[in-house]
């Protein structure tokens, strides 16, 4: 096995393990929003209603962008769109909505959590669009695998 075959498939496995992830995450916000929310919310007060309901906005915003990049990646990865039109513009991860830190601290335990799970994946899908355009610093522990690599 050649060190860009498994840079690929290491490659496709974060991807699909991400999407899975976006998916719980996005069912899990949804069901917490519906239902399981309402406790907490009613105990706001009318302005931090406002503002929860803005952040339950920016939280879905993030995960679609999200979903949305992962699915442009599973198509390159299946063959089912060039990495060219992958590099298009409009397939690009697009900038996140920011959650300032004090709306975060006033916002319910469950809306926190939410929060801090939707910005770790997007930051994390960020690293990875970065890494398309900016390979990774040379280091020892890659250098130590791409020769075991070649030797196998």
Known sequence: MD?????????????DSMYVEAMVLADEARAYFDQGGLAERAM?????????SCES??????????????LTQ???????MTVEMG??????LPA????EDDALATMP??????IRASMDLYRRAERIE???SAPPAASPARAMFERLATRL
């Open 3 to 15: 060190v860009p075959a498994n840079g690929a498939m290491v490659h496709r496995r974060l991807i």
């Open 44 to 52: 706001l007060d009318p302005m931090a209603r406002v503002v929860l």
């Open 57 to 70: 906005l920016k939280i879905t915003t993030r995960l679609m962008h999200v979903i949305a990049w992962l």
């Open 74 to 80: 599973k198509a390159i990865d299946a063959g089912e």
């Open 87 to 92: 590099d298009d513009p409009m397939r690009a």
């Open 96 to 99: 996140g909505p920011e959650t």
């Open 109 to 114: 335990a469950g809306t926190q959590g939410l």
């Open 130 to 132: 970065r890494s398309r």
